[in-house]
Structure formats: structure tokens, C-alpha cells
């Protein structure tokens, strides 16, 4: 191919895709900073500096393994809302995969493979049951996700009876530590376990969708103009479907960890989980309009909402005002990501005009 | 009719963003007349209605007077107050009502916070009666026809006393019968010394209710006169004529073998549709908004279920039956509304070139780096002023947008191309490169279908015309008979071909 004259600047072109992150990720930043600055100058008053416990590598293995679940979990909303959908159900998919599960294996007598390949496809038909009316009918896909929600905790709830189910450790396996042995500077044991393997590969395997393949660029395209991609030959409706779909798949995956991570079933496993998903979300840059945000985005918005509650542990913060910060960092990057964009609009207009 | 008159415009300008459409109209209306305003596609005729209705307020510098005083018509309920009643061509009805609901709906006559309901249902039977209309006054709205449901508009006009009337194309969708009622309720309202303002595109109807007509063109008043003073042709040349510099001058070209032949297309409003387009040509449609041109584009594009009629592409019978299998056909379709149906805005020009290709391919994966080589060719190639091709879509202004679009289109490698509007919203300099690029296109052996309501657009780029009204075909125009004459004969004329 002939060699375009039109100058093109390498230096932008990075793994988190032209700046579109750069504010979730200033967000991590600052973050991280004031709290490491908070633990110094605490324990500078009291005497003697020592290293900040925030970032010891004990410290940051435990804010990944409890990402993890919320972390994949975001990862289908991405797609979701890239499409230009959103999904109120996850939460209660999840308690009910949870409960699912643990009724299969310790009541019905249902092996424990057997178990997950039946949950997972169940989620994947509950979602597409949704994603299929929201893409035929268009109906909003607020109120659908929101009747599935209430509906998954009913079937939930009459499946465990209304109590606890515990799995008495049948998942530990997916617990495994993969550096037994392996300790910090502090001398404490360090864990990694399987399911963090589990959201990495995940997450690189949707970002590499998302990006690199034909599925995903028609998920944008959706999400972006309905009209425009029907006109340019994509099947909207199918796409919208198997966005739900997809995300159906991972909320499974997702549940399946947190099961292993907690050991018991039961309803409040997934309640106000698709909150945290949702804020994960917007806070990575993901547009509720759609068509908008990447992976990657939506994995440092999982990290930071992740950090709060772990920095108010360390920091001996009553647990309460994890919520108000979180509020506020949701609000405080949605905004500075508004102001952001339409700087840099403004600025691409003078240039083009000049 | 009187020669009171009850509403007068002075000077009276409006400008859009790039477009002045209306220059110094004055206008007035007198009691008791039906006045009608004719004008062509973008004359200005809907942007004075709304500036009657308070829907638009007009520049600075003019001035309204309404029974001799002076008024500022800042918002629509200033203009109800007045008496000013606009009947939109679109209904706006609330279906589930009954009659009298509909008509005082936020009007309803009360006594100490309860509804009058006798005395409303009586003043509306009492005026049902009057228009000689066998509707009863409990009947849904909902079971009504559109015919019935324009009655129910005028009716609520005249319970609430109004003194002007406003229609908007009020016979569209009309039956022939439908019409003929509609007409003679209009013409039986006049006496009671109402003034009506009509616009139709039919110029039948005009000629027989009009007491005086009014012709816009461009945004200009060209003449007010009694109706029974000019006739169709005569009229007709009052609303075109135009300096020769409005025309762009193209080159033509031999032409080839025919790509696109349609045999008797129905469905998506339109009916037994017939043309053929060969290579090197542009095939015009012309009409009047609502004429069912961009209806037919969208069938023919796969956009719509086809309900009868044949398509056959390169000699060859093809079923279309979604815009999946129209680009694998070689079709493109360059929409009028390049925002709402063309574009992705939020994402990069190099996205935009990319996405109507995946249609073709069988690839799975996609190549970001190359999609970016892509887009800048076509930025050098269409001479899209764009940095690169990274740029996202709604930071150009909108003749690059269109630049845009067509590289979307020109990627896919097709053969017939649809050019819906091609140059609105667009400036002059720009409009000039697009019909270059057309012109390109043509030299390359490709064939265009062109739906335009830009009248020396029209004339001067399309080899052909086809006219269209009313969902059908009204006529077809060889390159020497086309002109404007001609076009607004056919779309607006009551001539039968």
C-alpha cells in the first residue's frame, strides 16, 4: 500500500488505547498516592517511618483476589454497555448461581462438573432470554434487566428454601494458591490464587474481543448508532443478544469464584453486586449511551473501587464511609471524564479549523 | 371575505446556522380567507407557519401586528391565546380520549374545580353538527380515520373560538372522498369569518379553495395575488426560476450496460415502482417531501419488507432482504440524515471506513493499525480536511462528514450507489467537490440514484428524473426535458400522466 502522507504520532498509541483512560488511571494514581502519603506522614507522627502496608505485595494480592468476581463480572457489563444496553440482573444471577450450585452439589447429588456446566448454561439462557426480548421488541433494557432481577432472586429463594447452603470447601480447588510458599518482605504468606488466574485470562481474553475482532468492532458499532450499523449490514438484534449472552457467561464464571471464595450460598452473595458492577463500569469510562470504553478502563475502575474498601481497613476508617467514597470517586471520574472529552473535542475543532 | 384584516407580517426574517430562510416576507391575512402559501421544497413555507405559531420567533427587525396590534409571539401558548390554531400534518391527538376530551383538553370548563362535562359535550355536538359531521361527541378518537381525526382538530378550533386557522399539508394520507369532505368543511368555516392559511403541495386543491395565494421561493416573498387571477402553469413559474450560477455544470459520460432494473417494486409505502439505471449515469428522483422518495430508497436498499415487484442487479433477480445482502449486491446508500442513520459519531474516521466492508469479509479478525491506513487513504483520496484518521467522526463539520460517509460507502467497492440528499447541511464549496466525486464515480462506470430536493441540484446533475407522488410514479423525464418546470408540474400539478 502506498505510504500516507498524513502524519501519523506514534508516541499515543499505548496498551490503554490514546489517553481514553488517562483519567480512571490519574484517578488510581492519586489514590494510591494519598494513601500511601496518609500511612507516612501517620507513622512519621508516631515516631518511626515504615514501609506503607497499602502497597505491600500481601496487601495488593488482597485487593486483586477481591476484585476478582466484581472484576469479571465488569467485564460483561462492558460488553453490555458497549452495545448499548445495561444489566440490573447480575447480582441476582449470581446469588442464584451460587445457590444453583451448591443445592446441585450437596442435595441433588449432581456431580460438581456437572453442576458448573449446567449453571453456566442456565446464566447464558436467562440472559439470552432477556437480551432476545430487549433486541426484538425494543423494550428498555432498564426495566427488563430489572424485572430479571427480581425474578432470579424469587427462583433463587425458593430453591434454597430461603437459607444458607454451605459447599462445605467443594471449590477449594479453585482457591489453589500458585506460589505456596512464596513470602512477602513482612514475612507473611503470599496467595494467588486460581481465580485471580481466572479474571486476568478473562480480562485479556474480552479486552483482545473487543478490540481485535470483527464481534467486537459490531458491538461498538451498535452501541454507537443503531440506524447507521443496521444500514452498514449488521445484524443488530444478534448482537444485542449475544452481548447478554456473553455477559450471562461471565456473571457464571464470576459466581462460580466468588462460591469458591466464600464456601456458602446464599441470597446475599449477589445483592447490590451489580451496583459495584455498574460503578466499576462508568468509573472506566463506559458510556451509558454506549458505543463507548474499553477493557481496560473497566479493569482500573474495578482496581480503584476495589482499593477503597481495602484503604479503609488499613486506614481503621469505619467501614461506612467506604460508600461515601465511592460515591464520590464515581462522580468525581464520570464528570472529570465529561470535562476531559470535550476539551480534547474542542481542541481537535480548533485544529481542524486553524 | 372581508377585506379586514386580522393577522399582518412585516419584514418578518429568519436565519439558521448557515442558511437564511426567510428574507424579509411580509405576508397578511384577512378575515374570512383561505390563504394559500406554495412554495418548493425549503421555500421557507413551514419556518413562517411556525413563526405564526409562536413555535420559531424571527429574527430582530420585523413585526407582527394581530387585529392592529402590534404582538410578540414568544411562545406557541402566546399565539393560542390569540386565537392562532396550527393543525400539524403529523395529528396531535390523544387517541385514547373521546372527542370532546380532545377538544378541551387543557381547556375544560369548570365550576368550582369540577368539570362542566353536559356543557362541554353540548358546544361540542353543537359544533359537530354544524360541520355537518355524523361523529358523536363520546366516540373515541382512537376509532377514528385520519380523515375524521383532522375533522376533530378543526371542530376544537372552532368550540374555542378561534380566529385564524393554520394547516400544514392537511390531505396527506387523505382518501380522494377524504379530501373532498375536508375541503368543503374548510371552505363552510369561512364564513364565520375565520382566516385559514393552507399549505398543500397539491396544486389541485389549491385552485379550488384558495381565495388568494402567496408563493415563497428561497426564503423570499415572490408574489400575493387573488387565486382566480393566475393559473397552474403560472404559478408554477413563480416558484422556480433561477439565476444560471444556482447550476453546476457536469460533464457526461458514454453510458454502459444497465446495472438496476425494478419491476413494479411495492411495499414501505410505495407502489408499482418501475425504472431501470445504467452504468455512467444518475438517475434523479425528484418529488415533494413525503412523495415516498426516500421510502423507496429504503426498500430498495433492504431496509424494509418488499411486498411485491422484482429487483434484478447486474441482469441477475436478487432478493434484498436486509441491507446485509443489498452491499453484498454492490449497493451503497448514502442516507439523507447522515447523523441519525449514517455516521458513528463517537468513533474515529478510520472505524467509520471500516464498518460497512465487515459486511463482505469473512474474516474474524480485524486489523486496527490497518483500518487506520485505510482511513487516511480515503482522507487523501475524498480530500477530507482531517488531521488523520484517528479524528473522531462529530469533530468535522459536515461536508467532511459526508467525505466520510462516502468513504464508508466507497470501501465496500460498490456499483450503485444511493445519494439521499447528498448535499444538505452542506456549504457551497463542499457541494461542489461532493458532485465532483460524483462525477468520478460516473467516470469510473459506476451508477448513481439521486434523491434531491435541492432543485437546480436536481436539474443539473441527473441524466434522468424520475418524479414521484404519492408513493407512485408520476412521470419520467428524459435529459431534455428536464427542468424545473417540468418536475414541480409533475410532483405538485393535478396533471395525470
Known amino acids: ?354 | 371575505m372581508s377585506d379586514e384584516v386580522i393577522l399582518s407580517l412585516k419584514n418578518i426574517s429568519k436565519t439558521f446556522p448557515g442558511v437564511q430562510a426567510l428574507n424579509k416576507i411580509s405576508f397578511d391575512l384577512r378575515k374570512g380567507e383561505i390563504h394559500c402559501i406554495c412554495g418548493e421544497n425549503g421555500a421557507g413555507k413551514s419556518t413562517l407557519i411556525k413563526i405564526i405559531s409562536g413555535a420559531y420567533q424571527p429574527d430582530p427587525g420585523g413585526n407582527i401586528e394581530f387585529e392592529g396590534n402590534p404582538v410578540n409571539l414568544t411562545h406557541p401558548s402566546v399565539a393560542m391565546k390569540l386565537g392562532i390554531q396550527t393543525i400539524y400534518q403529523e395529528h396531535t391527538i390523544f387517541p385514547h380520549l373521546s372527542i370532546t376530551e380532545n377538544i378541551f383538553v387543557g381547556m375544560e370548563i369548570t365550576k368550582n374545580g369540577m368539570m362542566r362535562k353536559v356543557e362541554m359535550k353540548k358546544k361540542t355536538a353543537e359544533v359537530l353538527e354544524y360541520l355537518r359531521s355524523d361523529l358523536k361527541p363520546d366516540q373515541l378518537v382512537d376509532e377514528l380515520s385520519s380523515g375524521e381525526q383532522k375533522i376533530v382538530e378543526i371542530a376544537k378550533a372552532l368550540v374555542l373560538e378561534r380566529k385564524v386557522i393554520i394547516m400544514d399539508e392537511p390531505t396527506s394520507s387523505f382518501s380522494a372522498n377524504e379530501i373532498d369532505n375536508l375541503l368543503e368543511i374548510i371552505k363552510k368555516i369561512r364564513e364565520r369569518g375565520i382566516g385559514i392559511i393552507y399549505i398543500s403541495h397539491h396544486l389541485e386543491e389549491v385552485f379550488r379553495i384558495a381565495d388568494r395565494i402567496t408563493v415563497l421561493r428561497d426564503g423570499l416573498h415572490v408574489i400575493t395575488c387573488n387565486a382566480k387571477d393566475v393559473d397552474e402553469p403560472q404559478l408554477i413559474r413563480y416558484m422556480v426560476g433561477r439565476d444560471a450560477s444556482a447550476f453546476y455544470h457536469r460533464d457526461f459520460y458514454p453510458l454502459g450496460e444497465t446495472v438496476l432494473k425494478v419491476e413494479n417494486l411495492s411495499g414501505n409505502g410505495v407502489h408499482d415502482i418501475s425504472f431501470e439505471v445504467r452504468r455512467g449515469e444518475i438517475l434523479g428522483f425528484a418529488g415533494m417531501v413525503g412523495s415516498g422518495r426516500s421510502e423507496l430508497m429504503t426498500l430498495l436498499f433492504g431496509g424494509a419488507e418488499k411486498t411485491g415487484g422484482k429487483i434484478y442487479i447486474m441482469g441477475k433477480e436478487v432478493n434484498l432482504k436486509s441491507p446485509i445482502n443489498a452491499i453484498k449486491n454492490k449497493m451503497c446508500y448514502i442516507t439523507e440524515d447522515r447523523q441519525y442513520t449514517g455516521l458513528f459519531l463517537i468513533h474515529t474516521i478510520a472505524r467509520n471506513t471500516i464498518i460497512a466492508n465487515m459486511a463482505k469479509t469473512r474474516k474474524f479478525l480485524v486489523n486496527p493499525s490497518k483500518e487506520i491506513k485505510t482511513g487516511n487513504t480515503f482522507i487523501e483520496r475524498l480530500g477530507t480536511k482531517a488531521r488523520d484518521s484517528r479524528m473522531l467522526a462529530m469533530n468535522l463539520s459536515g461536508g467532511n462528514q459526508q467525505k466520510v460517509v462516502l468513504a464508508k460507502w466507497f470501501n465496500t467497492e460498490g456499483e450503485i450507489y444511493i445519494f439521499d440528499e447528498p448535499t444538505r447541511g452542506i456549504d457551497v464549496g463542499a457541494k461542489q467537490e461532493i458532485y465532483q466525486i460524483m462525477m468520478n464515480l460516473l467516470k469510473e462506470g459506476k451508477a448513481i440514484i439521486m434523491v434531491s430536493s435541492d432543485m437546480p441540484e436536481m436539474v443539473s446533475m441527473s441524466d434522468r428524473v424520475m418524479v414521484m407522488k404519492a408513493g407512485r410514479i408520476a412521470g419520467e423525464l428524459k435529459r431534455e426535458e428536464v427542468s424545473e418546470e417540468n418536475i414541480l408540474e409533475l410532483s405538485i400539478g393535478g396533471k395525470k400522466i
Open chain 1, 1 to 354: 500500500m502506498k505510504e500516507s502522507p498524513v502524519q501519523q504520532d506514534k508516541k499515543r498509541v499505548s496498551l490503554f488505547g490514546r489517553g481514553e483512560n488517562s483519567t480512571v488511571v490519574m484517578m488510581l494514581i492519586f489514590f494510591f498516592i494519598a494513601i500511601i502519603l496518609i500511612q507516612l506522614i501517620t507513622s512519621a507522627v508516631s515516631g518511626k517511618v515504615v514501609y506503607p502496608s497499602f502497597i505491600s505485595p500481601v496487601n495488593l494480592l488482597n485487593i486483586i483476589m477481591q476484585v476478582a468476581a466484581v472484576g469479571i463480572m465488569a467485564m460483561g457489563m462492558t460488553v453490555v454497555m458497549v452495545g448499548g444496553g445495561i444489566d440490573l440482573s447480575v447480582g441476582m444471577l449470581t446469588s442464584f448461581v451460587t445457590i444453583f450450585i451448591a443445592k446441585s452439589i450437596m442435595h441433588w447429588g449432581i456431580p460438581l462438573w456437572g453442576a458448573l456446566i449446567l449453571v453456566v448454561i442456565i446464566a447464558v439462557v436467562l440472559e439470552m432470554i432477556m437480551g432476545y426480548i430487549i433486541s426484538r421488541f425494543s423494550v428498555e433494557p432498564f426495566i427488563i434487566t430489572l424485572g430479571g432481577m427480581i425474578a432470579f432472586r424469587g427462583i433463587a429463594l425458593i430453591i434454597c428454601n430461603s437459607q444458607e447452603i454451605s459447599t462445605q470447601g467443594a471449590l477449594a480447588v479453585l482457591k489453589t494458591n500458585l506460589i505456596e510458599g512464596a513470602k512477602g518482605p513482612s514475612g507473611l504468606n503470599l496467595t494467588f490464587p486460581i481465580y485471580v488466574v481466572v479474571f486476568i485470562v478473562i480480562t485479556v481474553a474480552i479486552w483482545w474481543l473487543m478490540k481485535y475482532t470483527k464481534y467486537g468492532r459490531r458491538v461498538y458499532a451498535v452501541g454507537a448508532n443503531r440506524n447507521a450499523a443496521y444500514l452498514a449490514g449488521i445484524g443488530v438484534q444478534n448482537v444485542v443478544m449475544s452481548t447478554y449472552a456473553l455477559n450471562g457467561f461471565l456473571v457464571a464464571i464470576a459466581a462460580i469464584m466468588l462460591l469458591a471464595r466464600v464456601n456458602t450460598a446464599i441470597i446475599t452473595v449477589g445483592q447490590n453486586l451489580e451496583i459495584d458492577v455498574i460503578a466499576a463500569t462508568v468509573v472506566g469510562g463506559v458510556a451509558m449511551s454506549g458505543g463507548k470504553g474499553n477493557i481496560w478502563g473497566t479493569f482500573v475502575g474495578a482496581i480503584l473501587l476495589g482499593s477503597i474498601a481495602n484503604a479503609m481497613n488499613i486506614l481503621r476508617l469505619q467501614s461506612e464511609w467506604q460508600f461515601v467514597a465511592k460515591g464520590v470517586i464515581i462522580i468525581v471520574a464520570v464528570t472529570a471524564g465529561a470535562i476531559v472529552q470535550a476539551r480534547q473535542a474542542r481542541a481537535q475543532f480548533m485544529r481542524q479549523i486553524k
